[in-house]
């Protein structure tokens, strides 16, 4: 394994934690001083997570769909890069909920 791989595994390691955090269903957070809804869905069996996101007031969307079949986690992009959504998950960060 190569440095840049090990790295990239270690990314995606973390993209895998960032994303079990989030709340399921719709929220509203920051994603590096924007603000961005967000709904996340996961499947009752635990194998698929969707995520689609809109920046509030602007243009700016992320989508994708998370499998996890065979034990291996294969993130799929909604026509976009990946790196796009591994840095929204990353570095979103969701209002706390109303207490």
Do not use: I
Not at 12 to 29: I, K, N, R
């Amino acid at each position: 394994m190569t440095a840049s791989s090990t790295s990239r595994a270690t990314r995606f390691a973390d993209f895998l934690t960032a994303l079990a955090e989030l709340p399921t269903g719709y929220s509203q957070g920051d994603y590096f001083g924007v603000r961005w809804g967000v709904t996340l869905e996961r499947s009752s069996d635990g194998r698929r997570v969707k995520l689609y996101g809109e920046e509030l007031g602007g243009n700016d969307h992320v989508s994708f769909n998370l499998y996890r079949a065979g034990g291996k986690p294969r993130l799929k992009p909604c026509e976009m890069p990946e790196v796009k959504v591994v840095d929204f998950v990353l570095g979103f960060r969701p209002e706390a909920e109303p207490s």
